[in-house]
Structures are given as structure tokens and as C-alpha cells.
């Protein structure tokens, strides 16, 4: 007699089956929204269009442009947290004409030892969305430049009127 092999199906259990719930911690969901937010931001900085060059002068502003001097100029190096140099020109503009001057923006020569141009860079001094320069003032400004070039000579650099708006 052959013996038949005993099957057994299992009965359904009366208690319930705990459910699989991810729990994930705060920290994590905070982190992974920051960064989502961080990505979505570089992305938008990347993206943006660049600002338009300004204007070139017009005729009346180049014919002004002898009433418009910049004086006075004052170097300063500093060292920041992180241990970069920062290097810092003050001077003065000055309005020695009868037109109120709206925007001025300078093109700046860098030389190394050798008289070498090593960087040229712009910035504005009078800015669109700042105060206008009256006529016959004089106002104190500072430009301000993260990186200066290593081989600089220390010297002041030569400025270069790039674009002036006059009322």
C-alpha cells in the first residue's frame, strides 16, 4: 500500500498582517527637498540671459566727456574669511560741466611689471538705477574685485569711458 503524501493548506489567520509602511525621517525629506530647490535654482541662474551691453556714447555724451574726471584713487587689499584677496579702489567722480551725468561705466587696464596688459575689465560708476551726478558734484566711489590678477604691478589701472548718459 502506497502511502499518498498528506497535503495541508494553510487556514487563513484571524489576526491582521501588519502593513509595510516607509517611514522615512524628517532630516531626509528636508535634505531632499533643499536639494531639489537648490538644483532648481542653478538651473534658473544658468538660463537667464545675460544683461545687454550698455549703450555706446552718443555724440553729446563724447563731446561731455572732458567735463566728467575721475581723481583721487586710493588702493586697498584685504584678505576675506575664506582667505581669497579682495582688492578695493576708491577715488572720485567728478562733474566739472553744466549736464547732470545718469550712468557712467569705465573700462579698467591691468598691467603686470612689464607693462603687459594682463586684465580688462568693466564697471559701472554711476548706475542707471542709482543717483544721477549733478553738475558740479563730486562723489566718492569704490569698486571692488575679488580676484586681482597675480603678476599685477600694484599701481592703479588706467581707466576707459565705455558708455556715459547725460540729461
Same mark, same amino acid.
Given at each position: ?73 586710493? %588702493? +586697498?587689499?584685504?584678505?576675506?574669511? @575664506?582667505?581669497?584677496? /579682495?582688492?578695493?579702489? *576708491? &577715488?572720485?567722480?567728478?562733474?566739472? =560741466? ?15 611689471? %612689464? +607693462?603687459?596688459?594682463?586684465?580688462? @575689465?568693466?564697471?559701472? /560708476?554711476?548706475?542707471? *538705477? &542709482?543717483?544721477?551726478?549733478?553738475? =558740479? ?31
Amino acid at each position: 500500500m502506497a502511502e499518498e503524501p498528506i497535503h495541508v493548506e494553510p487556514t487563513p489567520s484571524s489576526e491582521p498582517q501588519p502593513s509595510k509602511k516607509i517611514s522615512l525621517p524628517v532630516p531626509v525629506l528636508a535634505g531632499g527637498v533643499f536639494g531639489v530647490l537648490v538644483l532648481v535654482g542653478l538651473f534658473w541662474l544658468v538660463r537667464r540671459p545675460p544683461a545687454p551691453p550698455p549703450p555706446p556714447p552718443s555724440e553729446e555724451s563724447l563731446a561731455y566727456l572732458p567735463n566728467v574726471t575721475i581723481s583721487d584713487f586710493q %588702493l +586697498s587689499i584685504a584678505d576675506n574669511m @575664506v582667505g581669497s584677496v /579682495i582688492l578695493y579702489l *576708491d &577715488g572720485n567722480v567728478n562733474n566739472n =560741466g553744466n549736464r547732470t551725468v545718469r550712468y557712467l561705466r569705465v573700462r579698467l587696464y591691468f598691467y603686470d611689471t %612689464l +607693462s603687459q596688459l594682463i586684465l580688462r @575689465v568693466e564697471r559701472d /560708476i554711476i548706475t542707471a *538705477d &542709482g543717483a544721477p551726478l549733478a553738475p =558740479g558734484e563730486t562723489r566718492g566711489f569704490q569698486l571692488r574685485f575679488d580676484r586681482p590678477p597675480a603678476p599685477w604691478n600694484l599701481q592703479p589701472p588706467q581707466f576707459q569711458l565705455v558708455s556715459l548718459e547725460i540729461e
